[in-house]
């Protein structure tokens, strides 16, 4: 079983904190180039954050993306869940299905105590606790 945060997620979180970082309008080209992606990924998984209101994309020659947030007011979960959707809460660890009533499975009890203390850990971290000091 592995847990891992998704390839889009990363990019998200890393975009986001790159752009509050420069503190100014960055071309996707730029950006990109910074986190190690291509332009036309970074526009997949920015497209939610503007959405939400996290990062402002202007179009045109003189256009970019910037940072519209204040970073402590966003947790590490909402920007996975804002990229990958909502968190399934009710899917079974060990199959594809639902997991409760009457016939869990064996890890039910453990893994759901765990994917909550989890989801928790997650809302309460925010992206301003991301970034480095100094």
């Known amino acids: 079983m592995r847990l891992e945060i ?8 890393r ?3 790159e752009l509050t970082r420069e503190g100014r309008r ?3 080209a730029m950006l990109a180039g910074r986190l190690g992606t291509t332009p036309g990924f970074l526009s997949q998984v920015l497209t939610p954050l503007v959405a939400h209101g996290w ?3 202007d179009p045109g020659p003189t256009g970019g ?3 519209s947030v204040d970073l402590g007011r966003v947790s590490v979960l909402e920007i996975i869940e ?3 959707g909502p968190t399934d809460s009710g ?3 060990m199959e594809d299905r639902a997991c409760a ?3 869990p499975c064996a890890l039910h009890r453990p893994w759901s105590g765990a994917r909550a203390q989890l989801l928790t850990e997650l809302s309460d971290t925010t992206l301003s606790s991301l970034v480095p000091e100094g």
Request: glycine share 6%; net charge positive.
């Open 65 to 67: 993306y910037t940072a």
């Open 91 to 93: 899917r079974c660890v």
């Open 55 to 57: 990062v402002r994309s």
């Open 6 to 13: 998704s390839r889009r997620a990363d990019l998200a979180t």
């Open 26 to 28: 960055m071309k996707s």
């Open 82 to 84: 804002a990229v990958e």
């Open 15 to 17: 975009a986001i904190l």
């Open 101 to 103: 009533g009457s016939g």
